[in-house]
């Protein structure tokens, strides 16, 4: 879609301009993987992990939103490459949480890198009052998807 192909849009029809600019960024952030890289899946669980440390298999599911089973075989697959590892829950020694392991910090944070590069450059291109804008639309946007 050329710059200008969401202007032929009705005025009224926000929803479908910003799910058709969501899915483009998605699909422009997605292009800056590496030959091989992990699936959305397994990459934004170890992302998660990544940035916020050692989590269940619970909490992993309902921050994905998908069923346990799911999660299983995404954390097994992180596992079986050794981007994960399982360890008990020093606080509650029946639970299994879920940590990055060196390799997967560095898969997790090459992939970020890669992604924000791309990004920042978008940005830098923009007016104050643009990003001004985007900043509040991501905000807003956060809220929506959290709700």
């Not at 992990?38 to 909490?59: I, K, N």
């Not at 089973?69 to 029946?94: F, I």
């Amino acid at each position: 879609m050329d710059a200008h192909a969401s202007d032929s849009l009705p005025s009224d029809d926000l929803g479908e301009r910003l799910t058709r600019s969501i899915a483009r960024i998605y699909r422009r952030l997605r292009a800056e993987r590496s030959s091989g890289e992990l699936g959305d899946a397994a990459m934004s669980v170890l992302g998660h992990l990544h940035r916020y440390g050692p989590t269940t298999l619970t909490a992993l599911s309902e921050h994905e939103r998908v069923t346990a089973a799911s999660m299983s075989q995404t954390v097994n697959r992180l596992v079986g490459l050794g981007y994960v590892v399982r360890e008990t829950d020093p606080a509650d020694g029946r639970r299994v949480l879920f940590t990055p392991t060196p390799d997967g910090h560095r898969v997790a944070g090459d992939a970020r890198a890669r992604r924000h590069a791309w990004l920042d450059a978008q940005l830098a291109e923009r007016t104050p009052e643009e990003r001004a804008a985007l900043a509040e639309a991501a905000r807003v946007l956060w809220e929506m998807a959290e709700g």
